[in-house]
């Protein structure tokens, strides 16, 4: 659902640098980055460990602040934003990491509805509901009493992405999202999350080393030391 009506990009980088350490033990991480990344858009990231992809995510995601140049997202300027303002942000943002981080004392259900507490507008009965309904959406409406530890490797992203997706998020953000899972189950949460997110109308970034799902991006950038190449 590419939105070309649309001005205004989802994501629009200028100029961006981004460094680790000070002085002597500065490391530059990021350089020159310039990206612009349409609504409803599916774009995946790929290049070797180290390259600076997380890094660029995590900037994207308002996980940390930008150091120079322009961020916008959504046509809000994140260099220099203050800390509330970097909150309010990433309240239109989901993320779904490699590792799940599913809280393991807490139930599925309880995970997914943790998506929703930073959103005042839902009531508690509201938060249940949506939690439900999103859990059966990803297949596990048999699985929303379980704990992670009584799930599979790919039911946990499922209920990671159910997590990241209950609150309609404008933007969803991934970090090698099918990495710890086999191939069938690789497939399976990727195809999910680009139906529902296409469904929803989200705007994907997706960082990845799996060259099998590939084929679910409108586009593909590569990095490479810091520096972002259009495939």
């Known amino acids: 659902m590419n939105n070309t009506t649309n001005t205004q990009p989802a994501v629009k980088i200028r100029n961006l640098d981004h460094h680790f350490g000070h002085g002597q033990l500065q490391k530059?991480?990021?350089?020159d980055i310039n990206l612009d990344i349409n609504v409803g858009e599916i774009v995946l990231m790929t290049g070797p460990?180290?390259?600076?992809?997380?890094?660029?995510?995590?900037?994207?995601?308002?996980?940390?602040?930008?150091?120079s140049g322009s961020l916008q997202i959504f046509g809000q300027e994140l260099y220099g934003a203050t800390s509330q303002?970097?909150?309010?942000?990433?309240?239109?943002?989901?993320?779904?990491?490699?590792?799940?981080?599913?809280?393991?004392?807490?139930?599925?259900?309880?995970?997914?509805?943790?998506?929703?507490?930073?959103?005042?507008s839902y009531s508690i009965a509201e938060m249940e509901?949506?939690?439900?309904?999103?859990?059966?959406?990803?297949?596990?409406?048999?699985?929303?009493?379980y704990y992670p530890d009584d799930l599979s490797g790919g039911?946990?992203?499922r209920v990671a992405i159910a997590r990241a997706l209950v609150s309609h998020p404008q933007l969803v953000l991934a970090d090698e999202p099918t990495a710890a899972l086999d191939s069938k189950s690789g497939r399976d949460v990727v195809s999910l999350m680009q139906t529902l997110a296409k469904e929803q109308g989200c705007t994907i970034?997706?960082?990845?080393?799996?060259?099998?799902?590939?084929?679910?991006?409108?586009?593909?950038?590569?990095m490479e030391d810091g520096r972002l190449l259009d495939k």
């Open 85 to 120: 303002e970097l909150t309010a942000a990433r309240r239109h943002n989901g993320y779904i990491f490699q590792a799940h981080n599913l809280h393991s004392s807490l139930t599925a259900f309880q995970n997914v509805r943790m998506g929703l507490e930073l959103h005042p």
């Open 155 to 157: 039911q946990k992203q």
């Open 205 to 222: 970034l997706l960082v990845t080393h799996d060259d099998r799902i590939l084929d679910i991006a409108d586009r593909i950038v590569d």
């Open 28 to 31: 530059q991480v990021l350089t």
């Open 49 to 67: 460990s180290g390259s600076g992809k997380t890094t660029l995510l995590t900037l994207v995601g308002g996980l940390r602040s930008a150091q």
């Open 129 to 145: 509901t949506r939690a439900i309904e999103m859990l059966e959406t990803v297949g596990l409406g048999d699985r929303i009493n």
